[in-house]
């Protein structure tokens, strides 16, 4: 297996445009999760998903901040409009439906916007 | 609300000598993750401990959950540059019935070769 696979690795965008994140979890994995990394606030769950249903939102920073995940291959993080304080690194993570596999992360989509 | 405190925040030493980082809760977990994390790169799972009292090894790394299951530590012996990353534990609650586990903030441990 290729592990989690996220898209972009870096972007750097605008303030005020759209910015979509995007993530295929471990074949197999039933959850999925969305973290959002910073020096001064760690790693921050944002939403996560059970079996393709968003299960915790309470995260997610403002309205602005939308997920989805239509399939089991394939979630998406959108961020619109977007603002300097997004910034960060968000990581994408998956596991199987037992907690104490652990959680495979991708490598991170590294957001700037300017 | 559940959280996970982490020390040291920082560490800096010498390849060849031993450490130790905590991981500690006021709260419950139902187990205790630890994952180490390089530059640019997602964390990478190293052990999961689940029982109160529970000892794992791998290789000079070794991981222990407490007997209340409120804290654990990794101890790292001749610790080498290649140990170099942020260290971070990440509890399951016992509450919760899904896969929702909460990260500390990391300890950043810098080996000097």
């Known amino acids: 297996d290729a592990g989690v696979i996220q898209s972009p690795r870096h972007e750097v965008t605008e303030m005020g445009q759209e910015v979509t994140l995007r993530c295929k979890p471990i074949s197999g994995h039933n959850s999925l999760f969305w973290y959002r990394q910073t020096m001064m606030r760690g790693l921050e769950l944002l939403i996560y998903?059970?079996?393709?249903?968003?299960?915790?939102d309470s995260g997610m920073p403002e309205d602005r901040f939308s997920a989805k995940m239509p399939n089991a291959s394939f979630s998406t993080l959108k961020i619109q409009p977007s603002e300097p304080r997004d910034s960060a690194v968000y990581f994408c993570?998956?596991?199987?439906?037992?907690?104490?596999?652990?959680?495979?992360f991708g490598s991170g989509t590294r957001l700037t916007v300017v | 609300t559940q959280l996970l405190e982490q020390s040291p925040q920082f560490l800096s030493i010498q390849e060849g000598e031993n450490l130790t980082v905590y991981c500690n809760s006021s709260s419950v977990f139902s187990s205790l993750q630890w994952y180490r994390q390089e530059p640019g790169e997602g964390p990478v799972l190293l052990v999961t401990v689940v029982t109160g009292g529970e000892v794992k090894k791998l290789k000079r790394l070794t991981f222990q959950f407490g007997d209340a299951r409120k804290d654990s530590s990794l101890h790292i012996t001749a610790a080498q540059p290649g140990d170099t990353g942020l260290y971070l534990c990440a509890g399951a609650g016992v509450e919760t019935s899904y896969d929702k586990v909460i990260f500390g903030p990391g300890t950043s441990l810098s080996v000097i070769p």
């Open positions: 998903f059970n079996n393709n249903v968003p299960i915790d």
């Open positions: 993570a998956s596991t199987a439906d037992r907690r104490d596999y652990g959680y495979t």
